[in-house]
């Protein structure tokens, strides 16, 4: 079964994480957005069960945060992991306070390590239902 990732953040960072995720991952489909109104039509579409949300992405301050209340008010919690990877101290903050049982992790190729084991974790939970 395949899993999708949404990862929101910068382009930079969105085309560096393909490179760190690698492409012999089958059951791992990453989806990329670096604008919260795309975030939020990619989610809707591909109900992605990880959903990684980067920082300082383009033209939007604190992005993230924006694009997680926007998750809240629209009801599309499609995710069963979340992910904080921002450099943004204000905005790591905000979102650790708003989202409890989220993970942070600093952008890099660790950061993609865990969401292939949190994906693989996914897919046994689906596989023995």
Known sequence: MTINVLVFDRWSKCELFKEYIGTRTKS???????????????????????ILLGGDVDNEELGSVILYN????????????????????????????????????????TLANIVKEKARQ????????
């Open 28 to 50: 791992l489909r990453c989806i990329y957005s670096f604008e919260y109104k795309d975030a939020l039509e990619k989610i809707k579409k591909n109900k992605p069960e990880i």
């Open 70 to 109: 926007k998750i809240e008010e629209l009801n599309l919690k499609t995710y069963k992991s979340l992910f904080i990877s921002t450099w943004n101290a204000d905005e790591a903050r905000i979102l650790r306070d708003m989202i409890p049982n989220s993970f942070y992790c600093p952008f890099s190729e």
């Open 122 to 129: 996914i897919n046994k939970t689906k596989k023995s239902k």
